[in-house]
């Protein structure tokens, strides 16, 4: 009975708050950006975008005390991927804001306006009372199918109004019931249990397909505020991870070994529906909305096992790209939390995880994503030199700048060296040295001839923080360095144009000023065949004449 009311409800619940919404918009229109009054988002400086795979972070460094540059607002990209950068260098001074949200490669939801749940909505929702008493298989697929009906909508308010009436806690504990149920079954056909009869797996299968269609509906609800996603957190989170983690890892364990049991009819593998890769899919996506909230960012990074699942999604080719996509897209949120960045550039294999998605996967979303985590742990300062030690770091930033034909990619690579490049001078004198000066060579063409304003702004940017008295030699001889910074200093009078005065400043400073240590050494005359070499200190000599 509780079943057959489900849909109903839910449908007048879903009609009741579209038609309030609209009475809204005819009121005043609604704002976006309205959950950024948040204290706690304030805080961390979190912006409200839309929801897409491939977004971008802010960020930003300063020039130097006398040299302030101003934010510069970007155009969109191709491959429709959008993003927001303040372009200033040198020492960073705001920590890399979070990417709230992701619709790139698979829509979660439209973003609305976050409104006070009212106290009705903290009653018991119909589809939490029917699930507690849906005891049969029959009747709890009846009802997931029911809630997978009327959970399927984009409106964040109702997805807020059924989290708050507990429906995010009533699936946990049905995931953690799925999950004992098949624990038991591998324990009867094992023969390590004798109190349950055994079963095939046929009956395991069945229960495999109704851990997809619960994470599906976790993830549909999941579509809600960012405020509501981490009061979730806050009451199921420590359940939750654990069941998450151990699913994803009995998906991986089946895929690697190919020899689990067969979860899906001849008719679902033709429409791709196997109920394994649904749950790889749905797992990471729900993963992703969690890392959307910075309360959840240092919890979900520090969480055992967490990084590590993330990392081994990410580089398996062979998984459905929407998880492995998700898997990425997480590990670049977590990247932006300052107290994550240390610790994720330490985590074993995480960066040569990337590095391999970067230069070797087959889709450019993904090495797109790939980048961009870096490009985040590169922020922190303690992982400049770090970073900056990696030859094949640094060669692969190079390739994304140079032959990416995704902007968006080309802008992350430009960044994560421009952030390395704030370094100490040793640093800087590695990264101008690394495999012979290609460095130079690759960001002065960047700086001269890509397509993208950003691109060639924060080329010059690298090129300005790679100044210093220690490399001031090595870039005043190469070739069209000094050309392209004048001709961007002279340019439209923009940030850039700052950039490359302040970069032309800098170097002309450090080379002067070893010149003229040079030309105030005292010269010595030393007698040598038929001429006189007039030998400085410092080691260079001149021959004067032959006649002497």
Same mark, same amino acid.
């Given at each position: ?37 948040? =204290? ?18 802010? =960020? ?80 709890? &697929? ?16 109702? +997805? ?10 009533? /699936?946990? %504990? ?68 654990? /069941? ?34 649904? &749950? ?58 300052? =107290? ?6 330490? +985590? ?35 992982? %400049?030199?770090?970073?900056?030690? &990696? ?36 640093? %800087? ?21 890509? !397509? ?16 210093? %008295?220690?490399?001031? !030699? ?9 050309? &392209? ?41 030393? !007698? ?21």
């Amino acid at each position: 009975m509780a079943e057959a009311m489900l849909i109903p409800k839910f449908k007048n619940k879903i009609t009741s708050s579209r038609e309030n919404l609209e009475a809204l918009n005819r009121k005043s229109p609604l704002t976006i950006n309205s959950e950024q009054k948040d =204290d706690e988002e304030e805080k961390h400086n979190v912006n409200q975008d839309s929801i897409t795979h491939s977004e971008e972070m802010r =960020d930003e460094e300063c020039l130097s005390s006398s040299s302030t540059i101003d934010s510069h607002e970007e155009e969109h990209c191709n491959q429709q991927l959008h993003s927001s950068h303040e372009l200033s260098f040198e020492k960073p001074n705001k920590r890399p804001k979070i990417t709230h949200e992701n619709n790139r490669l698979h829509s979660l939801h439209d973003p609305m306006i976050p409104v006070c749940v009212s106290d009705e909505c903290c009653q018991l929702s119909p589809f939490s009372s029917a699930l507690s008493q849906s005891v049969s298989r029959h009747d709890r &697929i009846r009802t997931i199918v029911s809630a997978c009906a009327a959970f399927d909508h984009n409106n964040a308010l109702v +997805h807020d109004s059924e989290i708050a009436a507990g429906s995010d806690a009533a /699936l946990c %504990k049905h995931l953690a019931f799925l999950q004992l149920l098949i624990l038991k079954k591998r324990m009867c056909r094992e023969g390590k249990d004798s109190i349950i009869e055994n079963v095939d797996d046929s009956s395991e299968s069945e229960i495999v397909e109704e851990i997809q269609q619960t994470l599906t509906v976790l993830e549909m609800l999941y579509r809600c505020t960012t405020t509501q996603l981490s009061n979730s957190f806050e009451k199921i989170g420590k359940e939750l991870l654990p /069941l998450l983690l151990s699913m994803l890892e009995d998906c991986i364990h089946k895929h690697e070994r190919r020899d689990g049991p067969v979860s899906i009819t001849s008719d679902q593998y033709s429409k791709g529906l196997d109920p394994n890769n649904v &749950i790889m899919t749905k797992g990471t996506k729900i993963m992703a909305h969690l890392a959307r909230t910075t309360q959840c960012l240092v919890p979900l990074a520090n969480h055992r096992g967490f990084l590590s699942i993330l990392r081994r999604i990410s580089v398996t080719a062979t998984l459905p790209d929407k998880s492995r996509f998700s898997a990425l897209w997480t590990l670049g949120n977590l990247g932006c939390d300052a =107290d994550n960045m240390i610790m994720m550039a330490n +985590h074993p294999g995480l960066i040569d995880s990337l590095l391999e998605v970067a230069d070797r996967d087959r889709s450019p979303e993904a090495r797109c994503h790939a980048v961009k985590a870096m490009m985040n742990l590169a922020w922190r300062p303690e992982n %400049k030199t770090p970073m900056s030690e &990696i030859p094949r770091l640094l060669s692969s930033m190079l390739r994304m700048l140079l032959y990416s034909g995704i902007v968006q990619a080309r802008r992350h690579a430009a960044s994560c060296l421009r952030f390395l490049a704030s370094a100490p001078p040793k640093t %800087k004198l590695r990264i101008v040295l690394h495999d012979n000066g290609s460095i130079l060579s690759s960001v002065v063409n960047a700086a001269s001839s890509d !397509k993208d304003r950003y691109v060639r702004d924060c080329a010059t940017g690298i090129l300005s923080n790679l100044s210093c %008295k220690e490399t001031s !030699k090595v870039m005043g001889e190469h070739p069209g360095l000094f050309d &392209i910074l004048a001709k961007v200093a002279v340019g439209d009078g923009g940030k850039a144009s700052k950039i490359a005065a302040a970069a032309l400043c800098s170097l002309s400073e450090h080379i002067q000023s070893a010149n003229t240590k040079v030309l105030s050494n005292p010269l010595t005359p030393r !007698k040598i065949d038929k001429g006189v070499v007039l030998v400085r200190s410092g080691g260079s000599s001149q021959i004067q004449s032959d006649g002497i």
